[in-house]
């Protein structure tokens, strides 16, 4: 069973900092992997999808790559700000027979705080 | 919501109630989710549906059910016999290659 973890759970950084989040899976037989951002009381959005055979892809200030053969996958944040504060989520979907429509595995979050 | 509209946005069951949940969307994708999330728990996958007539359970679909009479919609009953249906609902659509679309959100309390 695939299993997805988030280091850390929570984080607190002054504004204008770099920083990581981390996200490792056990099962490496993943289609993809997604980043997404959720702010209280709202739904999911899509921040950035890596396909399998991808080792990164860029949005604006934000990175992230994916180590396959690790299972593990790291989102950068580049000069945060306040308005990045929110909860990410990292989620996996497993390569089912080569279809992307299977379902998705996630971890539990990590909670951003950036202070001005 | 890129085309996902779930209501209503707050929804509250008595003890023994019957409710349900709506997602609608124009996207004209096949497969949709509803996932459940909790605090502390992450999303945990309740059902899913990849083709119209046909669904599968998730994680947890007990005290659940589901239709899929038309490709735009997908709703989902929490029925009484799920225990603590208290969580907030989120319905999504796969398009493929371009990955998951989640919707805006469900908050179901029991009073």
């Known amino acids: 069973k695939q299993e997805v973890t988030q280091i850390p759970a929570a984080l607190s950084v002054p504004e204008g900092e770099n920083l990581v989040l981390n996200c490792s899976f056990t099962d490496s037989a993943i289609y993809n992997l997604q980043w997404f951002r959720q702010d209280p009381g709202k739904g999911l959005t899509s921040l950035l999808l890596i396909q399998s055979s991808q080792r990164e892809q860029t949005s604006g200030r934000l990175n992230a790559s994916l180590d396959k053969s690790s299972g593990r996958s790291t989102l950068y944040i580049a000069a945060s700000q306040p308005g990045d504060s929110a909860t990410y989520l990292c989620?996996?979907?497993?390569?089912?027979?080569?279809?992307?429509?299977?379902?998705?595995?996630f971890g539990q979050g990590t909670i951003l705080t950036v202070h001005p | 919501d890129g085309g996902i509209t779930q209501s209503p946005k707050y929804l509250f069951r008595k003890e023994g109630q019957n409710v349900t949940l709506s997602c609608e969307q124009n996207l004209n994708h096949d497969a949709m989710y509803w996932y459940r999330q909790d605090p502390g728990q992450g999303l945990r996958l309740i059902y899913y549906?990849?083709?119209?007539?046909?669904?599968q359970k998730g994680d947890i679909a007990e005290g659940y059910s589901v239709s899929r009479e038309k490709k735009e919609s997908f709703p989902l009953t929490v029925t009484s016999a799920q225990k603590n249906p208290t969580a907030f609902y989120l319905c999504?659509?796969?398009?493929?290659?371009?990955?998951?679309?989640f919707g805006s959100g469900t908050r179901l309390t029991v009073v």
């Open positions: 999504a659509i796969a398009q493929g290659a371009g990955g998951y679309t």
């Open positions: 989620a996996v979907l497993l390569n089912a027979g080569g279809t992307s429509y299977g379902k998705l595995t």
């Open positions: 549906s990849q083709i119209v007539n046909d669904f």
